[in-house]
T-cell receptor, first 110, second 114 residues
Framework: SQQGEEDPQALSIQEGENATMNCSYKTSINNLQWYRQNSGRGLVHLILIRSNEREKHSGRLRVTLDTSKKSSSLLITASRAADTASYFCATNSGNTPLVFGKGTRLSVIA | DVKVTQSSRYLVKRTGEKVFLECVQDMDHENMFWYRQDPGLGLRLIYFSYDVKMKEKGDIPEGYSVSREKKERFSLILESASTNQTSMYLC?????????????FGEGSWLTVV
């Protein structure tokens, strides 16, 4: 049961540019989380936004949530080569396991 | 810091072998999960456990079983490995309460079945 779907599948930008990734989901949620995965490694939690929140910031990350459209976006400002990774959104409702999307592969070119 | 440790980073096994993937977490988390990750398919949930000796099937449990004899340890078992089980396996844990709690991942176990 794939819940979140990220868009685009892959994104390539120059260092210093902003990167925007989108996530759409299908059913009602309690919260939405974004995770990052460096190549060949485990996933690391970035940020969580609750269903009653519309926007959240953490450092260079900005996440928005539109529950009416069942969508979220992750913005990374002033990207760096070290931001190169795959980014996943994940959702759940109640105490269910997180369901992950297929991810966006971000390449930041120095 | 929470640490989720997967005992084997890279394994090569033969078709038909029984394979054990071990996962240990050090933060007394109640919930533990096994996912597999394949190119183009993202992460798919195999099994999860919300407490010792409890287990629940995820989306793709066929060909797998699990064991949770102790709170900190969650083992994934491939009873008879097949080539279509070649994949990266990710273990994760989180505290009780679920929603709103961060899930912590291990570094992954790359399994090749030949």
């Amino acid at each position: 049961s794939q819940q979140g779907e990220e868009d685009p599948q892959a994104l390539s930008i120059q260092e210093g540019e902003n990167a925007t990734m989108n996530c759409s989901y299908k059913t009602s949620i309690n919260n939405l989380q974004w995770y990052r995965q460096n190549s060949g490694r485990g996933l690391v939690h970035l940020i969580l936004i609750r269903s009653n929140e519309r926007e959240k910031h953490s450092g260079r990350l900005r996440v928005t949530l539109d529950t009416s459209k069942k969508s979220s976006s992750l913005l990374i400002t002033a990207s760096r080569a070290a931001d190169t990774a795959s980014y996943f959104c994940a959702t759940n409702s109640g105490n269910t396991p997180l369901v992950f999307g297929k991810g966006t592969r971000l390449s930041v070119i120095a | 810091d929470v640490k989720v440790t997967q005992s084997s980073r890279y394994l090569v096994k033969r078709t038909g072998e029984k394979v054990f993937l071990e996962c240990v977490q050090d933060m007394d988390h109640e919930n533990m999960f096994w996912y597999r990750q394949d190119p183009g398919l993202g992460l798919r949930l195999i099994y999860f456990s919300y407490d010792v000796k409890m287990k629940e099937k995820g989306d793709i449990p066929e060909g797998y079983s699990v064991s949770r004899e102790k709170k900190e340890r969650f083992s994934l078992i491939l009873e008879s490995a097949s080539t279509n089980q070649t994949s990266m396996y990710l273990c994760a844990s989180r505290p009780q309460g679920g929603s709103g709690n961060t899930i912590y991942f291990g570094e992954g176990s790359w399994l090749t079945v030949v």
